[in-house]
């Protein structure tokens, strides 16, 4: 090999490293940890990272909306355990009592979850279709 090929595959590679190292980073940045109410609950704070995703059900009766303000307050469950959550932010339509729910963010005063992210799953919209009935004819 030449001493040019073999500088341009030394920066071949460098550039390569270079975009790997940045994609990593990247990713990382924006990973969250994806736990259960109960797992969230009953582990150490220094076992979890800042931005935890955790999923659960929104409890029946339990969302409080404050009037002139976004958001809501709610509490939410996994069957075993329950947490308070508060969420700032517009509320998607699929919120409802008991719809499914990941809330992202992290415990903040008086043990309430500060959610910055919700994602709500409403229970009713994805039941699947009862195929065993003959549709009737035109």
Known sequence: MSSKQLKFLAGGILVISAMAVLMAVSFQGNMAYYVEVSEYLHTSPNGLQRNTRI????????????????????????????????????????FVNQAEVVVEGEMGANQVFEAHTLLAKCPSKYEAEDYGQAAEPA
């Open 55 to 94: 999923k659960g059900t929104v409890v029946e009766g339990s969302i409080v909306k404050t009037p002139g303000e976004l958001g809501a307050a709610f509490e939410m469950t996994d069957g075993t355990d329950t947490m308070r959550v508060r969420y700032h932010k517009e509320l998607p339509d699929t």
